[in-house]
Protein backbone atom coordinates (compact mmCIF):
# COMPACT_ATOMS: atom_id res chain seq x y z
CA UNK A 1 0.00 0.00 0.00
CA UNK A 2 1.18 3.54 -0.77
CA UNK A 3 1.65 5.21 2.70
CA UNK A 4 3.15 8.54 0.81
CA UNK A 5 2.04 11.50 -0.17
CA UNK A 6 0.94 10.32 -3.73
CA UNK A 7 2.39 8.51 -6.90
CA UNK A 8 4.78 10.87 -8.77
CA UNK A 9 3.65 12.12 -12.75
CA UNK A 10 6.81 10.33 -13.37
CA UNK A 11 6.16 7.06 -11.94
CA UNK A 12 2.74 6.65 -12.96
CA UNK A 13 3.69 7.46 -16.52
CA UNK A 14 6.20 4.90 -16.31
CA UNK A 15 3.85 2.47 -14.79
CA UNK A 16 1.87 3.03 -17.69
CA UNK A 17 3.96 3.51 -20.69
CA UNK A 18 3.14 0.24 -22.67
CA UNK A 19 -0.62 2.27 -22.88
CA UNK A 20 1.14 5.37 -24.22
CA UNK A 21 2.73 3.53 -26.76
CA UNK A 22 -0.64 1.82 -27.82
CA UNK A 23 -2.35 4.88 -27.85
CA UNK A 24 0.49 6.66 -30.10
CA UNK A 25 0.52 3.79 -32.39
CA UNK A 26 -3.08 4.22 -32.46
CA UNK A 27 -3.45 7.67 -33.08
CA UNK A 28 -0.54 8.31 -35.43
CA UNK A 29 -1.76 4.81 -38.13
CA UNK A 30 -4.96 6.65 -39.41
CA UNK A 31 -3.22 9.74 -39.92
CA UNK A 32 -0.52 8.06 -41.85
CA UNK A 33 -2.65 6.90 -44.16
CA UNK A 34 -5.35 9.79 -44.38
CA UNK A 35 -2.38 11.64 -45.53
CA UNK A 36 0.02 9.95 -47.71
CA UNK A 37 -2.21 7.53 -49.23
CA UNK A 38 -5.16 9.50 -49.44
CA UNK A 39 -7.65 6.83 -47.88
CA UNK A 40 -10.33 9.20 -46.91
CA UNK A 41 -12.48 6.77 -47.01
CA UNK A 42 -11.00 6.12 -43.40
CA UNK A 43 -12.82 8.88 -41.62
CA UNK A 44 -15.96 7.69 -39.55
CA UNK A 45 -18.74 9.93 -38.19
CA UNK A 46 -17.36 11.45 -35.05
CA UNK A 47 -21.11 11.10 -33.53
CA UNK A 48 -20.29 7.34 -33.78
CA UNK A 49 -17.14 7.28 -31.53
CA UNK A 50 -18.77 10.11 -28.90
CA UNK A 51 -21.76 7.35 -28.50
CA UNK A 52 -19.26 4.71 -27.90
CA UNK A 53 -17.19 6.60 -25.55
CA UNK A 54 -20.55 7.30 -23.56
CA UNK A 55 -20.59 4.05 -23.25
CA UNK A 56 -17.09 2.84 -22.32
CA UNK A 57 -17.01 6.15 -20.19
CA UNK A 58 -19.86 3.58 -18.05
CA UNK A 59 -18.59 0.62 -18.24
CA UNK A 60 -14.60 1.99 -16.90
CA UNK A 61 -17.01 3.55 -14.68
CA UNK A 62 -18.83 1.07 -12.81
CA UNK A 63 -15.67 -1.51 -12.66
CA UNK A 64 -13.48 1.04 -11.17
CA UNK A 65 -16.60 1.55 -8.55
CA UNK A 66 -16.54 -1.90 -8.30
CA UNK A 67 -12.93 -2.93 -7.93
CA UNK A 68 -12.47 -0.01 -5.55
CA UNK A 69 -15.06 -1.65 -3.63
CA UNK A 70 -13.77 -4.91 -3.28
CA UNK A 71 -10.06 -2.86 -2.03
CA UNK A 72 -11.97 -0.91 0.16
CA UNK A 73 -14.14 -4.48 2.39
CA UNK A 74 -10.67 -5.90 2.10
CA UNK A 75 -8.89 -2.88 4.06
CA UNK A 76 -12.08 -2.86 6.36
CA UNK A 77 -11.72 -6.91 7.15
CA UNK A 78 -7.81 -6.26 8.40
CA UNK A 79 -9.10 -3.56 10.45
CA UNK A 80 -11.35 -5.59 12.15
CA UNK A 81 -9.05 -8.05 12.71
CA UNK A 82 -6.70 -5.70 14.33
CA UNK A 83 -9.39 -4.67 16.73
CA UNK A 84 -10.45 -7.95 17.45
CA UNK A 85 -6.62 -8.76 18.20
CA UNK A 86 -6.76 -6.41 20.51
CA UNK A 87 -9.81 -7.77 22.44
CA UNK A 88 -8.21 -10.93 22.29
CA UNK A 89 -4.59 -9.98 23.63
CA UNK A 90 -6.69 -7.84 26.87
CA UNK A 91 -9.05 -10.88 27.37
CA UNK A 92 -5.95 -12.79 27.61
CA UNK A 93 -4.70 -10.96 29.83
CA UNK A 94 -7.26 -10.14 32.23
CA UNK A 95 -9.19 -13.68 31.92
CA UNK A 96 -5.84 -15.76 32.47
CA UNK A 97 -3.85 -13.31 34.74
CA UNK A 98 -0.13 -15.01 35.53
CA UNK A 99 -1.35 -18.38 33.81
CA UNK A 100 0.86 -19.37 30.76
CA UNK A 101 -2.42 -19.61 29.02
CA UNK A 102 -2.27 -16.34 27.90
CA UNK A 103 0.76 -16.50 26.35
CA UNK A 104 -0.50 -19.91 24.41
CA UNK A 105 -3.40 -17.94 23.07
CA UNK A 106 -1.37 -15.01 21.89
CA UNK A 107 0.89 -16.97 20.03
CA UNK A 108 -1.24 -18.66 18.14
CA UNK A 109 -3.31 -16.11 17.36
CA UNK A 110 0.22 -14.70 16.14
CA UNK A 111 0.42 -17.95 13.92
CA UNK A 112 -3.21 -17.88 12.81
CA UNK A 113 -2.22 -14.32 11.10
CA UNK A 114 1.14 -15.42 9.29
CA UNK A 115 -1.15 -18.08 8.23
CA UNK A 116 -3.81 -16.03 6.42
CA UNK A 117 -1.60 -13.67 5.43
CA UNK A 118 0.27 -16.35 3.61
CA UNK A 119 -2.98 -17.68 2.27
CA UNK A 120 -3.90 -14.64 0.75
CA UNK A 121 -0.74 -14.24 -1.03
CA UNK A 122 -0.84 -16.83 -3.11
CA UNK A 123 -0.98 -16.34 -6.34
CA UNK A 124 -4.30 -16.95 -8.59
CA UNK A 125 -4.74 -17.33 -12.29
CA UNK A 126 -6.82 -14.28 -12.66
CA UNK A 127 -4.58 -12.10 -11.05
CA UNK A 128 -2.47 -9.56 -12.53
CA UNK A 129 0.53 -9.80 -10.21
CA UNK A 130 2.31 -11.43 -13.38
CA UNK A 131 1.58 -8.91 -15.69
CA UNK A 132 4.93 -6.63 -16.76
CA UNK A 133 4.05 -3.60 -15.38
CA UNK A 134 3.56 -4.61 -12.43
CA UNK A 135 6.60 -7.10 -11.83
CA UNK A 136 8.74 -4.13 -12.67
CA UNK A 137 7.53 -1.74 -10.45
CA UNK A 138 8.10 -4.64 -7.84
CA UNK A 139 11.91 -3.58 -7.19
CA UNK A 140 10.74 -0.90 -5.33
CA UNK A 141 9.13 -2.39 -2.34
CA UNK A 142 9.52 -5.94 -0.49
CA UNK A 143 6.57 -8.57 -0.42
CA UNK A 144 7.50 -10.16 3.21
CA UNK A 145 5.39 -13.68 2.27
CA UNK A 146 7.64 -14.13 -0.50
CA UNK A 147 10.49 -13.63 1.25
CA UNK A 148 10.31 -16.28 3.98
CA UNK A 149 9.13 -19.81 3.92
CA UNK A 150 5.31 -20.14 6.23
CA UNK A 151 7.23 -23.22 7.82
CA UNK A 152 9.99 -21.40 9.42
CA UNK A 153 7.61 -17.77 9.80
CA UNK A 154 4.87 -20.21 11.78
CA UNK A 155 8.26 -21.69 13.69
CA UNK A 156 8.42 -18.75 15.83
CA UNK A 157 4.84 -19.05 17.38
CA UNK A 158 4.06 -22.51 17.53
CA UNK A 159 5.74 -25.72 19.29
CA UNK A 160 6.25 -28.71 16.95
CA UNK A 161 3.69 -31.04 17.93
CA UNK A 162 1.41 -28.34 16.57
CA UNK A 163 3.94 -27.64 13.62
CA UNK A 164 3.66 -30.84 12.62
CA UNK A 165 -0.35 -31.00 12.86
CA UNK A 166 -0.53 -28.36 10.26
CA UNK A 167 2.00 -29.98 7.89
CA UNK A 168 -1.10 -31.93 6.03
CA UNK A 169 -3.87 -29.54 6.94
CA UNK A 170 -5.69 -28.85 3.96
CA UNK A 171 -6.58 -25.42 5.42
CA UNK A 172 -3.85 -24.14 8.01
CA UNK A 173 -5.78 -20.92 9.33
CA UNK A 174 -9.21 -23.07 9.86
CA UNK A 175 -6.75 -25.80 11.96
CA UNK A 176 -5.08 -22.98 13.70
CA UNK A 177 -8.93 -21.59 14.74
CA UNK A 178 -9.39 -25.12 15.95
CA UNK A 179 -6.64 -25.75 18.25
CA UNK A 180 -7.65 -22.07 19.64
CA UNK A 181 -11.20 -22.98 20.11
CA UNK A 182 -9.75 -26.33 21.59
CA UNK A 183 -7.61 -24.74 24.09
CA UNK A 184 -10.62 -22.18 25.48
CA UNK A 185 -12.42 -25.28 26.11
CA UNK A 186 -9.77 -27.27 28.15
CA UNK A 187 -9.38 -23.59 30.16
CA UNK A 188 -13.09 -23.95 30.93
CA UNK A 189 -12.91 -27.64 32.27
CA UNK A 190 -9.77 -26.85 33.86
CA UNK A 191 -11.71 -24.08 35.98
CA UNK A 192 -9.48 -21.53 34.62
CA UNK A 193 -11.71 -19.39 33.18
CA UNK A 194 -15.55 -19.21 34.08
CA UNK A 195 -18.07 -19.83 30.92
CA UNK A 196 -18.82 -16.15 30.75
CA UNK A 197 -15.31 -15.58 29.85
CA UNK A 198 -15.27 -18.43 27.98
CA UNK A 199 -18.22 -16.82 25.27
CA UNK A 200 -16.57 -14.08 25.12
CA UNK A 201 -13.45 -15.84 23.86
CA UNK A 202 -15.73 -18.04 21.97
CA UNK A 203 -17.48 -14.91 20.28
CA UNK A 204 -13.91 -13.49 19.13
CA UNK A 205 -13.36 -16.55 17.71
CA UNK A 206 -16.44 -16.66 15.38
CA UNK A 207 -15.33 -12.58 14.59
CA UNK A 208 -12.04 -14.16 13.20
CA UNK A 209 -13.72 -17.23 11.56
CA UNK A 210 -16.05 -14.45 9.84
CA UNK A 211 -13.12 -12.09 8.89
CA UNK A 212 -10.96 -15.22 7.34
CA UNK A 213 -14.08 -16.07 5.35
CA UNK A 214 -14.81 -12.58 3.83
CA UNK A 215 -11.01 -12.38 2.74
CA UNK A 216 -11.23 -15.17 0.98
CA UNK A 217 -14.23 -14.65 -0.77
CA UNK A 218 -12.09 -11.59 -2.41
CA UNK A 219 -9.22 -13.48 -2.83
CA UNK A 220 -11.00 -16.91 -4.30
CA UNK A 221 -13.68 -15.16 -6.51
CA UNK A 222 -12.58 -12.53 -9.13
CA UNK A 223 -14.28 -9.31 -10.35
CA UNK A 224 -16.92 -11.22 -12.36
CA UNK A 225 -15.22 -12.00 -15.89
CA UNK A 226 -18.22 -11.40 -18.33
CA UNK A 227 -17.37 -7.48 -16.88
CA UNK A 228 -13.60 -7.89 -17.34
CA UNK A 229 -13.76 -8.79 -21.22
CA UNK A 230 -16.41 -6.13 -21.94
CA UNK A 231 -14.71 -3.54 -20.27
CA UNK A 232 -11.22 -4.29 -22.14
CA UNK A 233 -13.05 -4.59 -25.24
CA UNK A 234 -15.01 -1.38 -24.97
CA UNK A 235 -11.78 0.66 -24.39
CA UNK A 236 -9.65 -1.53 -26.77
CA UNK A 237 -12.56 -0.52 -29.46
CA UNK A 238 -13.27 2.81 -28.71
CA UNK A 239 -9.23 3.78 -28.47
CA UNK A 240 -9.19 1.99 -32.16
CA UNK A 241 -11.62 4.11 -33.24
CA UNK A 242 -11.15 7.71 -31.98
CA UNK A 243 -8.58 8.63 -34.14
CA UNK A 244 -10.55 7.58 -37.18
CA UNK A 245 -13.64 9.95 -35.74
CA UNK A 246 -11.17 12.68 -34.97
CA UNK A 247 -9.21 13.17 -39.21
CA UNK A 248 -12.50 15.03 -41.00
CA UNK A 249 -13.28 16.99 -37.49
CA UNK A 250 -9.65 18.12 -37.82
CA UNK A 251 -9.11 18.00 -41.72
CA UNK A 252 -12.32 21.19 -41.19
CA UNK A 253 -9.30 23.48 -38.73
CA UNK A 254 -7.97 23.97 -41.90
CA UNK A 255 -9.93 26.60 -43.36
CA UNK A 256 -9.71 28.54 -40.18
CA UNK A 257 -5.64 28.88 -40.46
CA UNK A 258 -2.95 29.78 -42.34
CA UNK A 259 0.33 29.80 -42.07
CA UNK A 260 2.64 26.92 -41.59
CA UNK A 261 -0.79 24.70 -39.85
CA UNK A 262 -2.57 25.45 -42.77
CA UNK A 263 -3.29 22.17 -44.88
CA UNK A 264 -1.83 20.20 -41.77
CA UNK A 265 -4.13 20.05 -38.84
CA UNK A 266 -4.20 16.48 -39.31
CA UNK A 267 -1.01 15.95 -37.40
CA UNK A 268 -3.22 17.18 -34.45
CA UNK A 269 -5.02 13.94 -34.41
CA UNK A 270 -2.05 12.18 -33.11
CA UNK A 271 -1.23 13.88 -29.68
CA UNK A 272 -5.03 14.36 -29.01
CA UNK A 273 -6.04 10.77 -29.84
CA UNK A 274 -2.89 9.78 -28.14
CA UNK A 275 -3.88 11.62 -24.86
CA UNK A 276 -7.71 10.65 -24.88
CA UNK A 277 -6.51 6.94 -25.51
CA UNK A 278 -4.26 6.99 -22.78
CA UNK A 279 -6.46 8.48 -20.06
CA UNK A 280 -9.00 5.84 -20.86
CA UNK A 281 -6.42 2.73 -20.95
CA UNK A 282 -4.56 4.02 -18.00
CA UNK A 283 -8.11 4.60 -16.31
CA UNK A 284 -8.38 0.92 -16.81
CA UNK A 285 -4.95 0.01 -15.81
CA UNK A 286 -6.06 1.89 -12.29
CA UNK A 287 -9.01 -0.94 -11.80
CA UNK A 288 -7.27 -3.91 -13.00
CA UNK A 289 -4.56 -3.45 -10.60
CA UNK A 290 -7.30 -2.81 -7.24
CA UNK A 291 -9.58 -5.44 -8.20
CA UNK A 292 -7.13 -8.18 -6.29
CA UNK A 293 -5.89 -6.14 -2.79
CA UNK A 294 -4.18 -9.20 -1.89
CA UNK A 295 -2.12 -10.22 -5.16
CA UNK A 296 1.27 -8.35 -4.28
CA UNK A 297 1.27 -5.01 -6.15
CA UNK A 298 2.16 -1.82 -4.69
CA UNK A 299 -1.60 -0.82 -4.24
CA UNK A 300 -2.32 -3.84 -1.84
CA UNK A 301 -3.58 -4.16 1.45
CA UNK A 302 -0.49 -4.06 3.71
CA UNK A 303 -1.33 -7.19 5.89
CA UNK A 304 2.69 -7.65 6.82
CA UNK A 305 2.27 -4.46 8.34
CA UNK A 306 -0.60 -4.98 10.78
CA UNK A 307 0.64 -8.62 11.87
CA UNK A 308 3.76 -6.99 13.13
CA UNK A 309 2.23 -3.99 14.38
CA UNK A 310 -0.24 -6.66 16.20
CA UNK A 311 2.34 -9.14 17.50
CA UNK A 312 4.01 -6.31 19.14
CA UNK A 313 0.88 -4.95 21.19
CA UNK A 314 -0.22 -8.17 22.01
CA UNK A 315 3.28 -9.02 23.23
CA UNK A 316 3.75 -5.21 24.74
CA UNK A 317 0.00 -6.60 27.14
CA UNK A 318 1.87 -9.48 28.29
CA UNK A 319 5.01 -7.36 29.36
CA UNK A 320 6.81 -9.18 26.80
CA UNK A 321 9.19 -7.57 23.95
CA UNK A 322 8.80 -8.14 20.46
CA UNK A 323 11.62 -8.93 18.12
CA UNK A 324 9.10 -8.60 14.97
CA UNK A 325 11.06 -5.39 13.30
CA UNK A 326 8.20 -2.39 12.35
CA UNK A 327 8.42 -2.59 8.33
CA UNK A 328 9.81 0.60 6.38
CA UNK A 329 7.88 2.22 3.76
CA UNK A 330 10.23 1.58 0.80
CA UNK A 331 9.12 4.75 -1.26
CA UNK A 332 5.85 5.16 0.46
CA UNK A 333 5.39 1.41 -0.10
CA UNK A 334 4.78 -1.36 2.62
CA UNK A 335 3.08 -4.15 2.52
Known sequence: MHLGKSYSISEFTFWSRRQLYASVACASLPVMLYQFLGLKWLSIPVSVVVLLGTATSFIVGFRNVQTYSRALEAHQIWTEILNGSR??????????????????????????????????????????????????????????????????????????????????????TSRLLGMQSATIKRFLDAGEISNAFYLELGGLLRGFIAQQGRAERIKDYPYPRQYAVINKLFVRTFCVLL?????????????????????????????????????????????ESTENPFEGNANDVPMAQISHKIERELMDMLGEKSDVPELKAERGIVL
Not at 115 to 130: F, M, S
Open 87 to 172: CLGVMSRDFLAGQPGARELILRHCAWLTALRYQLRTPRVWENAGKASIVEYRKYYRIPEWETPLEKALARYLPKAELDSLAHAESK
Open 243 to 287: PFGLLTEFEKLNAGVSGFMHGNMIWLVIPFGTMISWMYLALEQVG
